[in-house]
């Protein structure tokens, strides 16, 4: 997003920022909203942030009020969904704690779900193409799950379904040979892996705790849906939103062998995210289980014990887990580290930085982020973009292997590195024998040349 502020920024870092970003559309419209309304960056995501819980949040109590009898069952629901967990395995969490277009995208697809109940499908069609816009992937899960509900349930649309699947295959053959899936069809070598890491994007890896988590969702699914079928309260929609979900499984395993044979779109897909819909679809079944499921049950007690569970659960979190951070905060709350990138942002624009190879998560934000500078490596997050390139991927792998044979705050590895990168600035938090040049607190900031 900056870079679109400001095409100036990052001249050494642009390539990898781009394997990513040019997936997507979010960052050119984020960055059209600071030129318009002249916020910062902080506060649009701020604002974004709440519009994704918000709309989250309204989605699953549309979908709630369809299948529940009971209001309190709704409001079980929603406190149900603030226990936030991450999908195991998979880098995506049910809930994050600031604003990730992935989570945007994922409230719009809900909304989709609770469209398709209602019927209006030209809707919830709309619904997903500005969920595809923001994060692609997570409105690929949501239109093959919705896509196969209608299948089932609307007979008279399955030639038209089943033309545009056709469509989207040549669509996806046009894009392989000459567009953005280029070049993804090849099989991930040793170098390219390497520079991945271990970043659970190989499910035949996992624990078997990992496989009972994941595939728990599956069996509350159909038990749920079985139970809600022989009662005879299963609503139009409903049937056909459990057999697409079950489609959803269905990909998953076909797509196991092409992902352990490494091929490049299988793993940058990331499919095991369909597991984080499952989850969801899972909690609203359970939630009417619990709530619902025989007269004996009482919505209200099961919703004011959902909901002191939660309580109980985020005062833990935020005054004994981490009592050393604040509830809520819009900028960076690291002093030092605060001061240190607002000196890096008044350097040179072409300048390099070297910093701790994991910064971003020592301080809570990186140099690019926070100091809008080129760094040598961001390793959690750069590790993470690897997988979309295969040349981005071998310079990260020759960054890591530099910092193996080079210790990065000492003057002769800082110096070392230095002139292998043409890098300009180190910021460490010792005191080293280099130029100071500036200091925040704990924080030393030395030239390097």
Known sequence: MVRHLDPAAYPRDGTLIDSQARLTIVDEAVAGLVRVTGASLQHLFLTLYVISLLLL??????????LYRNAWTVAALLAALTLRHAIAKTGANTLEGYFHPRQLAFALGLWAVAMFLERRDRTWIVLLALAGAIHPTTMVWFLIWLGAATFFGKPRW???IGAAAVAALV???VLALRGALAGRFVRMD?????????????????????????????????????MRSRKGITIPGETPLVLGAMTLVLLFVAWLPFNAAHVALAVQMQTARIFWLLDVFGT?????????ATPSRRPAAVAALVLALSLGRGVYACFIEFHDRKVFAVDIQND???????????????????????????????????????????????RAIAMYDRN??????????????????????????????????????????????????????????
């Open 57 to 66: 949040a309204a989605a699953a109590a549309r979908i709630g009020s369809h």
């Open 336 to 382: 030092d580290w605060r001061d240190a990138m607002a000196f890096a942002s008044s350097t040179e624009p072409g300048s390099g930085w070297l910093a701790d190879p994991i910064h971003a998560a020592k301080y809570g934000s990186s140099v690019r982020a926070a100091g809008r500078r080129d760094v040598l490596i961001e390793e959690l997050k750069d």
């Open 392 to 449: 981005v991927a071998l310079r990260i792998a020759d960054r890591l292997r530099a910092l193996a044979a080079l210790q990065w705050n000492t003057p002769d590895g800082a110096r070392a590195l230095a002139r292998r990168y043409a890098l300009d600035y180190l910021v460490a938090d010792r005191e080293i024998d280099l130029p100071l040049v500036h200091r925040s607190g704990s924080l030393y900031i030395y030239r390097l040349h």
């Open 284 to 292: 609203i079944y359970l939630v009417w289980w619990l709530a619902e």
């Open 171 to 173: 669509f996806a053959g």
């Open 190 to 226: 040793a170098e390219w892996l390497a520079a991945i890491g271990e970043k659970d994007l190989f499910p035949l890896a996992w624990p078997p705790d990992v496989w009972v988590t994941n595939l728990a969702a599956i069996p509350v699914i159909l038990f749920c849906w079985r």
């Open 158 to 160: 399955r030639i038209a």
